[in-house]
């Protein structure tokens, strides 16, 4: 008898052999988010940091992170960013009617977390200050980027509370040529805080998805130990049936068709590229099938 789509999507993450593999579009899977994850479209949001919109260009799907994009820092140095207030979750009423409609009993719900420790490290710097500060400032650094987890630690609370049942972090620590600050230094200072965030989840029993962009296979083994439950990757940049190879069950990917593609690429490309992406990675629960980054439609 074939089981629903959500008890199969929950054998992926679990590693458990699934019934099929998992994709998307079928339900089984719903990124909420909590009031204010996405940045404002114009002006200063509760960080200090000033955005203005992205151009008209710009085709920005429902699900992506920002529809502007910063143009003013409130800090210059790290030690003018650890002076700044951390906004308190518990009293912004991000959460309120957050599943209202939705039918957990066929859906896994999944909170999306706003930019993470580095990340929000480089909006509240500008990314050459906050690159410099790693540098010159690494411990009020590391302590800048703590105060940004415990944030989030509280968002994570008010998510499983909420009964939201996984947690989506995002923090981007490559580009297109490899990493963007060196992993011994990533180690020292980033890792810790993202590792807070990691741990209320999984203290919680709930599955844990993280999205990095850009050549970032550096990075995945420090984050799998971390208690990562699958990463949502650049499969264009990123080896991603050399990780499989490498860590056989403990790891799971969500995605495996480069947006790029499914934007410029022609139907049987697409579909040649899922079929490979199924065949490399999806074996004994290995993948749920996706675009690589939210699309607009």
């Known amino acids: 008898m074939p089981i629903t789509p959500k008890a199969n999507l929950l054998r992926v993450l679990y590693r458990a052999e699934p019934d099929h593999v998992p994709w998307a579009g079928e339900g089984a899977l719903r990124l909420v988010d909590h009031a204010g994850?996405?940045?404002?479209?114009?002006?200063?949001d509760e960080w200090g940091v000033t955005w203005a919109p992205l151009p008209t260009s710009y085709q920005v799907g429902a699900g992506e992170p920002a529809e502007s994009y910063p143009v003013a820092?409130?800090?210059s140095t790290a030690a003018e960013a650890l002076?700044?207030?951390?906004?308190?979750?518990?009293?912004?009423?991000?959460?309120?009617?957050?599943?209202d409609g939705v039918d957990r009993s066929a859906t896994l719900v999944v909170g999306q977390h706003g930019a993470g420790p580095f990340d929000r490290f480089g909006q509240l710097l500008g990314m050459p200050a906050a690159m410099i500060a790693l540098l010159r400032e690494p411990d009020v650094s590391a302590d800048?980027?703590?105060?940004?987890?415990?944030?989030?630690?509280?968002?994570?609370?008010?998510y499983l509370a909420a009964g939201v049942e996984a947690?989506?972090?995002?923090?981007?620590?490559?580009?297109?040529?490899?990493?963007?600050?060196?992993p011994a230094l990533w180690r020292k200072l980033v890792l810790p805080a993202i590792m807070?965030?990691?741990?209320?989840?999984?203290?919680?029993?709930?599955?844990?998805?993280?999205?990095?962009?850009?050549?970032?296979?550096a990075f995945i083994p420090d984050l799998?130990?971390?208690?990562?439950?699958a990463f949502n990757l650049q499969s264009d940049r990123c080896d991603l049936a050399r990780l499989r190879t490498h860590f056989g069950r403990r790891i799971t990917f969500y995605g495996g068709v480069p947006s790029d593609l499914m934007l410029r690429g022609s139907p049987d490309q697409v579909r040649e590229t899922a079929r490979h992406a199924m065949r490399s990675l999806g074996g004994e629960g290995g993948l749920i099938l996706a675009p690589d980054q939210p699309l607009a439609f």
């Open 37 to 44: 994850r996405k940045p404002p479209r114009s002006g200063p």
């Open 167 to 182: 947690g989506w972090l995002a923090d981007d620590y490559a580009g297109d040529g490899g990493p963007l600050i060196s």
């Open 144 to 158: 800048v980027m703590n105060g940004v987890a415990g944030y989030h630690v509280g968002i994570a609370h008010g």
């Open 83 to 99: 002076a700044l207030p951390v906004p308190d979750p518990a009293a912004l009423g991000l959460f309120d009617g957050l599943l």
């Open 73 to 75: 820092h409130p800090a």
């Open 224 to 229: 799998l130990d971390a208690g990562v439950t």
């Open 196 to 217: 807070r965030v990691i741990a209320v989840y999984r203290e919680a029993g709930a599955p844990v998805f993280f999205h990095t962009c850009g050549r970032a296979e």
